[in-house]
Nanobody
Framework: QVQLVESGGGLVQAGGSLKLSCAAS????????MGWFRRAPGKAREFVAA????????IYADSVKGRFAISKDNAENTLYLQMNSLKPEDTAVYYC????????????????WGQGTQVTVSS
């Protein structure tokens, strides 16, 4: 089992930046890929970005491409999401997730989830 803990959320003005972190523990050797997802109030959870754990392949949702950057520190077992040029529509609870087998934007293919961290962007 992999345990995930997100941090770094907060309140920021439109145009600002935040960097989220996700610390992984437990059976981290079993991770194939990790991703960031978000759920805005009244909306379904949506994909943000994903990264292979042992390579630098990345995929992004069109809505964040060019503004967000996913990265990792394998030595620290930590996943990051640098969010720049934030917009009010980026307001959501952000979750990190880990998959043992898949590198995908589909949330149903991820096995472990963190508790989420709130990001609020004011206009």
């Amino acid at each position: 089992q992999v345990q995930l803990v997100e941090s770094g959320g907060g309140l920021v003005q439109a145009g600002g930046s935040l960097k989220l972190s996700c610390a992984a523990s437990g059976r981290t050797f079993s991770i194939y890929a990790m991703g960031w997802f978000r759920r805005a109030p009244g909306k379904a959870r949506e994909f943000v970005a994903a990264m292979k754990w042992s390579w630098n392949s990345t995929i992004y949702a069109d809505s964040v491409k060019g503004r967000f950057a996913i990265s990792k520190d394998n030595a620290e077992n930590t996943l990051y999401l640098q969010m720049n040029s934030l917009k009010p529509e980026d307001t959501a609870v952000y979750y990190c997730a880990a998959s043992k087998l898949h590198y995908s934007p589909l949330d149903r293919l991820y096995d472990s989830w963190g508790q989420g961290t709130q990001v609020t962007v004011s206009s």
